[in-house]
């Protein structure tokens, strides 16, 4: 949830997709349906299970349509409640099954105009600024690198190492030479 106010257009999109889905996700069911219980059933009371397997490619095509719809229109009542909720991974599939839709426009013309057109309009919306922002949408990758903490200028120095060849009186701090045996201040042992 993003806590933001659904935008108009996407409460609009959303219902759409919702409704689209589930009519076609039921259409897809009843042919199934249809297919593979009623004539299922007829064609196994004259033909043998082999005989029906072997069918020709056209019998499988017609029966994947069933299953082909009923899996779309799930996937659209999915984006449909992804939309909802300001998914962003909800606007990114709306906008390849738009995509998909604007460019099958032009293997329907003349009447696909519609579909171009229509299409067209909810990419175009799904990229303005404010249902972006709906969406969260996720960063772009320059913002992304450089939300990572950037690399200090100068990185904290490690403590300098001791001198070489120096030491400290473990009793009054005296700098020495390393070798030195007792402490040439306090004469203490070293
Ligand atoms: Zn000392």
Known sequence: MSGKPTPAGVLLLAILDMLG???LALIGLAISYILFVEVGDLALAQASVEELIGQNILTQIVLAIGPILTVTGVFLLVIGIGLLKGKSWARI????YFAVIFVSG???LPSGIVAI?????VIYYLFTPGVKSFFGKPQPIESRFSAVPPMPLSPPLPPPPPEEGIK???SCGTEMPREAL???ECGEKQ
């Open 117 to 121: 057109v229509i299409a067209g309009l």
């Open 106 to 108: 032009f293997l329907f």
């Open 93 to 96: 599939a709306a906008i390849m």
């Open 168 to 170: 400290y009186c473990g």
């Open 182 to 184: 007792f402490c040439p």
């Open 21 to 23: 889905g589930l009519i």
